[in-house]
T-cell receptor, first 114, second 114 residues
Framework: DAKTTQPPSMDCAEGRAANLPCNHSTISGNEYVYWYRQIHSQGPQYIIHGLKNNETNEMASLIITEDRKSSTLILPHATLRDTAVYYCIFQSVYSGGGADGLTFGKGTHLIIQP | DVKVTQSSRYLVKRTGEKVFLECVQDMDHENMFWYRQDPGLGLRLIYFSYDVKMKEKGDIPEGYSVSREKKERFSLILESASTNQTSMYLC???FGGGTNYEQYFGPGTRLTVT
């Protein structure tokens, strides 16, 4: 199984950009990188995903290196409500119509400091 | 916005009771999932469903059953609750077509079995 490596925790000042790295050296060509986050005592929340191009949506940007061995999730202007555990995972484009369960690693606990 | 709702945020049941956890999604998603989340064990898939009346076992189905009579509703049933089923239960849904497989989660039900 493809594995991801994330730092266990990070701090970021409120209003600054939060850059969360993820290493995935064993990712295969048909696997998307997905990011989710989980705020304490809530369900996980989908943030963004990408295959090989950089992606941006209203929540974040995703930068994937050209060799696809690592990626960075960027929260451009972090707020206190962005304090959460952030998970980087893979999902295959051939994942049976999306009916595959998700497996989260330990993720990165991002703490936004006032 | 996708909305996934769960019938209860907190639930306390006695050992041996039959427990019903209800999940409803309003985005016409084909796929629905039930997970449990425990400290140190991460997210584990109990059951999923890719269509009405269809169900598949996940990684830890023992002691659970599910029902999907309508597309928008997926129920998790604990036939005879036991203390080791004390956990956070999370429901999720996803679209069954294309290659965007992001899952949308409900707020979770924290179940305590005494």
């Amino acid at each position: 199984d493809a594995k991801t490596t994330q730092p266990p925790s990070m701090d970021c000042a409120e209003g600054r950009a939060a850059n969360l790295p993820c290493n995935h050296s064993t990712i295969s060509g048909n696997e998307y990188v997905y990011w989710y986050r989980q705020i304490h005592s809530q369900g996980p929340q989908y943030i963004i995903h990408g295959l090989k191009n950089n992606e941006t949506n209203e929540m974040a940007s995703l930068i994937i290196t050209e060799d696809r061995k690592s990626s960075t999730l960027i929260l451009p202007h972090a707020t206190l409500r962005d304090t959460a555990v952030y998970y980087c995972i893979f999902q295959s484009v051939y994942s049976g119509g999306g009916a595959d369960g998700l497996t989260f690693g330990k993720g990165t606990h991002l703490i936004i400091q006032p | 916005d996708v909305k996934v709702t769960q019938s209860s945020r907190y639930l306390v049941k006695r050992t041996g009771e039959k427990v019903f956890l209800e999940c409803v999604q309003d985005m016409d998603h084909e796929n629905m999932f039930w997970y449990r989340q425990d400290p140190g064990l991460g997210l584990r898939l109990i059951y999923f469903s890719y269509d009405v009346k269809m169900k598949e076992k996940g990684d830890i189905p023992e002691g659970y059953s599910v029902s999907r009579e309508k597309k928008e509703r997926f129920s998790l049933i604990l036939e005879s609750a036991s203390t080791n089923q004390t956990s956070m239960y999370l429901c999720a849904s996803s679209f069954g077509g294309g290659t965007n497989y992001e899952q949308y989660f409900g707020p979770g039900t924290r179940l305590t079995v005494t």
